[in-house]
């Protein structure tokens, strides 16, 4: 079982900037690829970004390319999401996923987390 737990969602105007954190618990993070999705009411839960176990190579949707950043630290069990040059299309609920295979799809996910708002103002 992994319990992840997502912080530093909030409120910015467009053009900010906010860093999203996932803690992992348990010690069995290395053996995962993470990745971030996100969500709108009435719309899929769509892929945002990856990263993989073994080589930390990187994947982004095309909508976020350039803006957002994802790394992990394996040490402290914890992934992020560095999103840059925000704007208003960008407010969902992002939450925190992790895939023994691969976090490009929903439908391959091991485990969520509980996700954080995030809203950007025109």
């Known amino acids: 079982q992994v319990q992840l737990v997502e912080s530093g969602g909030g409120l910015v105007q467009a053009g900010g900037s906010l860093r999203l954190s996932c803690a992992a618990s348990?010690?069995?993070?290395?053996?995962?690829?993470m990745g971030w999705f996100r969500q709108v009411p009435g719309k899929e839960r769509e892929f945002v970004a990856g990263i993989t176990r073994s080589t930390g190579s990187t994947r982004y949707a095309d909508s976020v390319k350039g803006r957002f950043t994802i790394s992990r630290d394996n040490a402290k069990n914890t992934v992020y999401l560095q999103m840059n040059s925000l704007k208003p299309e960008d407010t969902a609920i992002y939450y925190c996923?992790?895939?023994?295979?691969?976090?490009?799809?929903?439908?391959?996910?091991?485990?969520w987390g509980q996700g954080t708002q995030v809203t950007v103002s025109s």
């Open positions: 348990g010690r069995t993070f290395t053996r995962f690829d």
């Open positions: 996923a992790c895939s023994l295979s691969t976090v490009v799809s929903v439908n391959l996910i091991d485990y």
